[in-house]
């Protein structure tokens, strides 16, 4: 018999939900993978369509106490306990007991425990595609969200494009349409080699940067 693995980590009520939510956007389940010096999350959509890897450095952490172990978690659980917390600043315990196998989860005076999912039963990308994307916008997460949230009351297929000088998102349509510039003036960076076209389904889009609407800045990178 092995030896029994140890993990603690505490953090933030507002930063773990902003994990799963943003998780949520695309999938059910998702593999957290606790390593020395970071979380890490990678995850594909049941259409193989979208993919979301997130790295989330220990430091962010208040406590980050762990033997390197690998937990499928069902987000929805994960968000209801989160949702208890009396605030974002409120501090969220997750431990796990790998002899019992099971996740608990502190808040305040609530604990919950949670049965993780079988690691066979989710989606887990063998291989993190390799791209190189010359072209990137940087800007503000609620300056994004904006200008997708219009583009919801058109049409399901979103128009992003980039030159040296914009980046626009546009929805055309017979009777209605809806096109939003911005000025690499009004803009955080903006480099584009070469003018940049793609089309996205709303369907993937929007939800995700909906869930980063107080984001900063949120940067997109096209290859052309």
């Given at each position: 018999?092995?030896?029994?693995?140890?993990?603690?980590?505490?953090?933030?009520?507002?930063?773990?939900?902003?994990?799963?939510?943003?998780?949520?956007?695309?999938?059910?389940?998702?593999?957290?993978?606790?390593?020395?010096?970071?979380?890490?999350?990678?995850?594909?959509?049941?259409?193989?369509?979208?993919?979301?890897?997130?790295?989330?450095?220990?430091?962010?952490?208040?406590?980050?106490?762990?033997?390197?172990?690998?937990?499928?978690?069902?987000?929805?659980?994960?968000?209801?306990?989160?949702?208890?917390?009396?605030?974002?600043?409120?501090?969220?315990?997750?431990?796990?007991?790998?002899?019992?196998?099971?996740?608990?989860?502190?808040?305040?005076?609530?604990?919950?425990?949670?049965?993780?999912?079988?690691?066979?039963?989710?989606?887990?990308?063998?291989?993190?595609?390799?791209?190189?994307?010359?072209?990137?916008?940087?800007?503000?997460?609620?300056?994004?969200?904006?200008?997708?949230?219009?583009?919801?009351h058109v049409g399901e297929?979103?128009?992003?494009?980039?030159?040296?000088?914009?980046?626009?998102?546009?929805?055309?349509?017979?009777?209605?349409?809806?096109?939003?510039?911005?000025?690499?003036?009004?803009?955080?960076?903006?480099?584009?080699?070469?003018?940049?076209?793609?089309?996205?389904?709303?369907?993937?889009?929007?939800?995700?940067?909906?869930?980063?609407?107080?984001?900063?800045?949120?940067?997109?990178?096209?290859?052309?």
């Amino acid at each position: 018999m092995g030896l029994s693995k140890m993990l603690r980590v505490v953090g933030q009520s507002s930063m773990l939900r902003t994990i799963v939510e943003t998780l949520m956007t695309q999938v059910e389940e998702a593999r957290f993978d606790f390593l020395d010096d970071r979380l890490e999350i990678c995850a594909v959509d049941a259409a193989n369509v979208a993919m979301i890897k997130m790295e989330v450095d220990a430091t962010l952490f208040e406590t980050w106490d762990l033997d390197e172990t690998k937990i499928v978690m069902e987000l929805a659980k994960l968000r209801e306990v989160l949702s208890l917390s009396s605030s974002g600043d409120e501090l969220i315990d997750i431990g796990f007991d790998d002899v019992a196998n099971r996740i608990n989860v502190t808040v305040g005076n609530i604990k919950r425990t949670i049965s993780p999912v079988n690691e066979n039963n989710v989606r887990v990308p063998k291989r993190v595609p390799d791209l190189t994307l010359e072209s990137t916008v940087k800007m503000s997460g609620a300056d994004l969200s904006r200008a997708f949230r219009a583009a919801k009351h058109v049409g399901e297929i979103v128009h992003l494009s980039m030159t040296s000088e914009e980046f626009g998102v546009n929805v055309p349509g017979t009777t209605d349409a809806v096109d939003v510039q911005y000025p690499k003036s009004e803009l955080e960076s903006l480099e584009c080699p070469e003018p940049v076209n793609s089309q996205y389904s709303l369907t993937y889009m929007l939800e995700l940067v909906k869930k980063l609407d107080n984001v900063d800045s949120i940067s997109l990178a096209f290859g052309s």
